[in-house]
């Protein structure tokens, strides 16, 4: 295990235990040795305090014993444990690619729209398919092409290009044009979908009728 990793493991056992504690400091009795040989290294690194004699007599008397010694996060040790946990993965290589995935590569202006239309998932009727905020949150950018880089499913990109077809409708139809002419993906809604039936129900529809007459 790589020193940061190990610096993390420590960081996340002192927050699960002063979490369940409910006072937030990790006491002398629950912290693995391993744990506790970093958390000299950490605290001078300010991500993590330890308490003081004041600190101590009152987890004392709640605890009804000595308390010796007793651990919790910084702010700074909350943050870092916070972005670790959400930092972006890395990008598989082009070998690496499921199968079911395809290398989408958008240029500023379409992830921006992109963005916008991710961080509106509560609020949409058709919402972002599954994965897609994730794969927008942790979008790689190459900087030589000034390209913005996704692997994504078929779903997410008919979502993709319904995000597209949203930001058409209200405004530039600059990045749906392009998506469709890069990628082939164009969003398109029956009149089904826009009656509100589920997918399916017109053709269902159109059977029933052409059987009639």
């Known amino acids: 295990m790589r020193n940061w990793e190990k610096a993390l493991s420590v960081l996340e056992a002192l927050r699960e235990r002063g979490q369940a504690a409910g006072h937030g400091w990790t006491l002398d009795t629950e912290l693995l040795p391993p744990h506790q040989q970093g958390v000299n290294a950490l605290e001078n690194q300010g991500l993590i305090e330890l308490a003081d004699r004041e600190d101590r007599a009152?987890?004392?008397?709640?605890?009804?014993?000595?308390?010796?010694?007793?651990?919790?996060?910084?702010?700074?040790g909350h943050d870092t444990l916070a972005y670790a946990q959400s930092r972006p993965r890395p990008e598989p290589t082009p070998g690496e690619v499921a199968p079911d995935r395809q290398l989408v590569e958008l240029i500023p202006s379409q992830m921006a729209v992109l963005r916008v239309f991710?961080?509106?998932?509560?609020?949409?009727?058709?919402?972002?398919?599954?994965?897609?905020?994730?794969?927008?949150?942790?979008?790689?950018?190459?900087?030589?092409?000034?390209?913005?880089?996704?692997?994504?499913?078929?779903?997410?990109?008919?979502?993709?290009?319904?995000?597209?077809?949203?930001?058409?409708?209200?405004?530039?139809?600059?990045?749906?044009?392009?998506?469709?002419?890069?990628?082939?993906?164009?969003?398109?809604?029956?009149?089904?979908?826009?009656?509100?039936?589920?997918?399916?129900?017109?053709?269902?529809?159109?059977?029933?009728?052409?059987?009639?007459?």
């Open 58 to 76: 009152e987890l004392s008397a709640l605890e009804g014993r000595p308390v010796w010694w007793a651990a919790r996060l910084t702010p700074y």
């Open 118 to 213: 991710v961080t509106l998932s509560g609020q949409l009727r058709v919402p972002p398919a599954e994965g897609l905020a994730e794969q927008v949150r942790t979008a790689s950018c190459d900087h030589g092409i000034k390209r913005w880089q996704l692997h994504l499913t078929q779903e997410q990109m008919k979502s993709v290009a319904y995000g597209f077809w949203l930001h058409r409708m209200t405004g530039s139809a600059a990045e749906a044009n392009r998506f469709a002419r890069e990628y082939g993906v164009v969003h398109s809604h029956s009149s089904a979908e826009r009656a509100g039936l589920p997918p399916g129900a017109a053709a269902q529809r159109g059977a029933g009728s052409s059987g009639r007459g």
